[in-house]
């Protein structure tokens, strides 16, 4: 009996838990160079050092060697890190002023992923950060081009020359990032408590009706006084 009652327990755990995620305040980073080593892509940053999977930064590293980016206004990374493993998911995204670009450039930058041609300024896109910090440009535009890699993964790591590699080259534009830490744990939803209380009636309604027999209180109720006496 008690076996399956775990089994209910578990069962009902399996599809009705889930899992929460405690985010921390975000906070600023400013990347300062990129570089690829050993099949990995490398981003460093002003606090800490991202290890990119090279899959998922295939086109990004591409679009670096395009002569079309050197029109781009700026680059802008949305970083999220797990504190249990350091792992990371990475949105990362270039804007281009459009009055700026020819057909050609178009052509060269539809082939990335999720084109966006846009009506829109900084202050619209981008509400939590500073102009003085952004060094947006005056005027701002008002018709942007955006590209958008969304499937970023990797993790945080230490690199030994770190020291080394930057005296080497910096990004001649840093990259402008928001970084959030969260941890996840896994609870019961509301419905997930619901569902393993009614299935497992049928077991813990005897069991507890055993268990508290000893404690009922059996008496033979006066009618006269209200009062009732025990057997």
């Known amino acids: 009996m008690i076996k399956t009652l775990w089994v209910i327990i578990l069962a009902g755990c399996l599809t009705a838990c889930q899992t929460v995620h405690h985010t921390q305040a975000p906070e ?8 690829s080593a050993n099949k990995q892509a490398y981003a460093i940053g002003d606090k800490r050092v991202y290890q990119l999977d090279a899959a998922s930064t295939a086109q990004l590293v591409d679009l670096y060697q395009q002569p079309v980016l050197q029109k781009a206004l700026m680059d802008f990374a949305r970083i999220s890190i797990n504190q249990d493993n350091q792992q990371v998911d990475v949105i990362y995204t270039v804007y281009f002023d459009a009055h700026r670009l020819t057909d050609a450039d ?51 790591v230490q690199l030994q020359n770190q020291q ?68």
């Open 28 to 35: 600023t980073e400013t990347i300062v160079s990129w570089f």
């Open 106 to 156: 178009r052509a060269i930058l539809k082939q990335y992923p999720l084109f966006n041609e846009q009506a829109a300024t900084y202050f619209n896109t981008l509400t939590l950060f500073r102009q003085e910090w952004l060094k947006l440009p005056t005027p701002k535009p008002t018709h942007l081009v955006r590209i958008e890699f969304s499937q970023l993964k990797g993790k945080v």
């Open 164 to 231: 080394e590699i930057l005296a080497q080259g910096r990004l001649t534009r840093p990259v402008a990032s928001q970084v959030s830490h969260y941890r996840t744990s896994v609870a019961w939803s509301e419905s997930g408590k619901h569902a393993v209380t009614v299935a497992s009636a049928p077991i813990w309604i005897p069991v507890a009706s055993i268990l508290f027999l000893p404690y009922l209180v059996v008496c033979k109720p006066n009618l006269l006084s209200g009062e009732c006496t025990r057997f």
